[in-house]
């Protein structure tokens, strides 16, 4: 089992900047990728970044892509995102996801894709 836990949300004026953080535990070793999803009110949940278990060629949706950056430290157990240049429609709340299974090229981007999920925390960027 692996347990999820996102922290770092907040409220924030547009322009500015949030970094979330999801701290991994229990049996994490074995994990292939982990992403970024988020949902907003009224709308289906939508991923956002993904990374591969070695770090190299993350993946992004097109609506970050340049303002969002995921990285995960050296051992893997925290995942984070770094939201730049934050706009109203980036109000959500934000999952951090993980799973095992082998995959090839890039990381999937389907939510169906991801087993393990934390809890979520809140970003809500005023104009």
């Known amino acids: 089992q692996v347990l999820l836990v996102e922290s770092g949300g907040g409220s924030v004026q547009a322009g500015g900047s949030l970094r979330l953080s999801c701290a991994a535990s229990g049996s994490t070793a074995g994990i292939t990728r982990m992403g970024w999803f988020r949902q907003a009110s009224g709308k289906e949940r939508e991923g956002v970044a993904f990374i591969p278990f070695d770090g190299v060629r993350p993946l992004y949706d097109d609506s970050v892509k340049g303002r969002f950056t995921i990285s995960q430290d050296n051992n893997r157990k925290t995942l984070y995102l770094q939201m730049n240049s934050l706009k109203p429609e980036d109000t959500a709340m934000y999952y951090c996801?993980?799973?095992?299974?082998?995959?090839?090229?890039?990381?999937?981007?389907?939510?169906?894709?991801?087993?393990?999920w934390g809890q979520g925390t809140q970003v809500t960027v005023s104009s």
């Open positions: 996801a993980a799973d095992f299974r082998w995959f090839t090229g890039n990381p999937p981007t389907s939510a169906l894709q991801y087993n393990y």
